[in-house]
Structures are given as structure tokens and as C-alpha cells.
């Protein structure tokens, strides 16, 4: 893991010269120059300015904290400081799991300065584990993992030409059915027109309470509090489990109930733990079934899903025929926590 608590790479200069930030999401945004040389002040999230050394905290779709830090150096050989290294950092390794960034810099006329002749920017793909190099740059990661990465330039920018500097986000299909997912599961619906932190959907792994052994049936629960209504748990639709699951608890104190098996499930993966899990809504149960092959382990019996059909019952799904109805919330029926991100 990265350690930002000190600045990665020390460099040494003898005048400091301010620089533009910009941080958006699709769309680029230009910041207004002040003269020609590098000073003024940001024009967005507070008109914070950035000298060169300096990190200053920005917003992009995925995280709204992300700092980035230029730092710029003095090479002797062609007599000028030229800029040495963009350190990115305080990213959410989890939001912005499978999320592209793509680093810009800019003239005073605002036109693109190149890195090399067929490439005008640095592209940076996070995953769960680390941060990958997905752009032909003349520049190099020097330090990388799921919550940051340094980009050190192998060619010379003379710092004086670069007047601004964009990071930019966007998603990116990362994960695909069938693939294991950032919590060690496996990824069984994929819809990139939802939104960030809702388009990918990833099942327990097969063995959930035992280690992800492979082997271990799932277990068994009520759905807990037959006759008393839910209040707000009767989601249907796909993304509408994780709130079901949270008024199941709110509503229903009992313990071992279906519901409480989910949210209570951690799995550690490369050091991140992910603790968000969830009872799936009726429809998220369903496409686990569509894509019970690819992601493995089930019984042929019947799930629970988090989505209340009346006081006395709630949606169900045999793994055998496929057939969804409304089971008596008392019924000890599999359970399998699912994620979504």
C-alpha cells in the first residue's frame, strides 16, 4: 500500500510555480489561465490553488476526495525545471474498483501538451488490487495499488509549458459473467447503464461460511418475523436488495434470519475487507439463477430473497425449476449474500 504521508518522490526546487487542477467526470473542463506563466487559482471546488509539492483534495465520479500532487524538479541538462511525477492518492479502492483515470496537461492556450508523439495522455485503470498502466506513455507507474499510484514521466516537460493539469473518470467494463469479483465471489449481472457503485452484481462464493472452500452447502434461515410487515422491504427490481436487507433489520431484531446471514458476512480479499453484502432483491435472486452455472455452488433446492410479499410471506426461487413465488416467512430455506458495485 501506498504511503502518502510523505511526498513519494522528494524533489528539491528553487522558485515554485502554481498549476492548474481539474478533476471531471465524461466531460473535460478547462480552468480560465492567469497570464502566461503558472499561477492562479483553481476555478472549481473552492478556487483552491496547487503549487508544485503540493496536493490538493478534488472530486471525481467515484470518490469525492481524491488528491493529486504534481511535483516538478530542475534538470541540469537542459537548464529548467521540468515536471517529474503526478502522484494520485486517497482513492476509494472500492468505489472506483474497475474505474479508468485519464491525466491530462495543458498549455496556456489550453491545447494538449503531448507526452509522446502518439499519446497525449496518461491512462490509469484501478482494480481491487492495483493500479495498471492501460495507455502507450511515455511515462512510467512507479508506485501503484487500489488506492493510488505515482506517474513518473520518462521524457522531459518542461515545467513553464504545462499550465493545467485534468484527472478525468469514467467506468469501464472491468468485470464480465463468470469472472470473480472484487469479494472474491463471482460476478453474475453486469449493466454498465446503471449507476457507479450499482453495475456490477457479485454472488458469495460457493462455501461462504467456510472459507470459500467450494464445497460447503449454503446454509439454511427464516426469513424472520412471520405476520409482521416490513416496512419498505418489497423491492421487486434489480439494485433494490441492499435496501431491503437494511429494513428487514430495522424491522425484524431476530436473530439468524436470512437477511442478518447476509449483512453479517465479511470476506477479506488483498487486505480490503468488503462487509457491504446483501440479501438479494426477487429479480438480482433470479438473475443468480439465470447464471447459476457460471457462478456455482447452489442447491437445487429453494432461496430467499429480501423481497417481502405480505406479512405472512416472501419471494422465493427454486434452483431446480426456476420458479419464483411468495414462501412462508418461518420456512428454513438457502441463503446466498450477494454485492453490488
Do not use: H
Not at 470459500?212 to 421487486?236: F, K, R, Y
Request: net charge negative.
Amino acid at each position: 500500500m501506498l504511503n502518502f504521508d510523505q511526498p513519494v518522490v522528494k524533489r528539491s526546487w528553487a522558485s515554485r510555480r502554481r498549476l492548474f487542477v481539474v478533476l471531471g467526470v465524461a466531460a473535460l473542463v478547462l480552468v480560465p489561465t492567469v497570464g502566461s506563466t503558472l499561477a492562479g487559482s483553481i476555478s472549481i471546488n473552492g478556487n483552491n490553488s496547487v503549487e508544485f509539492g503540493q496536493g490538493t483534495v478534488m472530486t471525481t465520479g467515484c470518490d469525492d476526495s481524491i488528491t493529486i500532487t504534481p511535483t516538478s524538479t530542475y534538470d541540469t541538462i537542459s537548464s529548467e525545471f521540468v515536471l517529474a511525477d503526478i502522484t494520485v492518492s486517497g482513492v476509494d479502492g472500492m468505489a472506483c474498483a474497475g474505474v479508468f483515470f485519464m491525466i491530462k496537461m495543458y498549455d496556456s492556450a489550453g491545447a494538449v501538451v503531448p507526452l509522446c508523439a502518439s499519446d497525449d495522455g496518461l491512462s490509469v485503470l484501478l482494480d481491487p488490487q492495483f493500479a495498471t498502466d492501460a495507455s502507450s506513455s511515455c511515462a512510467a507507474l512507479t508506485s501503484a495499488d487500489s488506492t493510488g499510484f505515482v506517474y513518473t514521466l520518462d521524457q522531459l516537460v518542461a515545467a513553464e509549458s504545462v499550465n493545467s493539469l485534468s484527472i478525468e473518470s469514467s467506468g469501464t467494463r472491468k468485470y464480465s459473467v463468470g469472472d470473480t469479483g472484487p469479494g472474491g465471489g463471482t460476478i453474475f449481472y453486469v449493466d454498465l447503464n446503471r449507476s457507479v457503485g450499482s453495475q456490477y452484481f457479485e454472488a458469495a462464493c460457493a462455501g461462504w461460511q467456510n472459507n470459500c472452500d467450494g464445497t460447503s452447502p449454503d446454509p439454511t434461515a427464516e426469513w424472520g418475523c412471520e405476520g409482521v410487515p416490513i416496512s419498505g422491504a418489497d423491492g421487486l427490481l434489480i439494485g433494490t436488495g441492499e435496501r431491503n436487507t437494511a429494513d428487514i433489520l430495522a424491522g425484524c431484531a431476530s436473530s439468524g434470519i436470512a437477511a442478518r446471514l447476509a449483512d453479517e458476512y465479511t470476506r477479506t480479499v488483498n487486505g480490503v475487507v468488503y462487509e457491504d453484502w446483501f440479501l438479494p432483491s426477487r429479480d438480482e435472486l433470479n438473475q443468480m439463477y439465470v447464471k447459476r452455472v457460471s457462478v456455482g455452488g447452489f442447491s437445487s433446492a429453494t432461496y430467499w430473497s429480501s423481497s417481502e410479499a405480505a406479512d405472512y410471506g416472501a419471494w422465493i426461487q427454486n434452483f431446480y425449476f426456476g420458479s419464483q413465488g411468495s414462501g412462508a416467512k418461518g420456512a428454513a430455506l438457502y441463503v446466498r449474500p450477494v454485492r453490488s458495485f
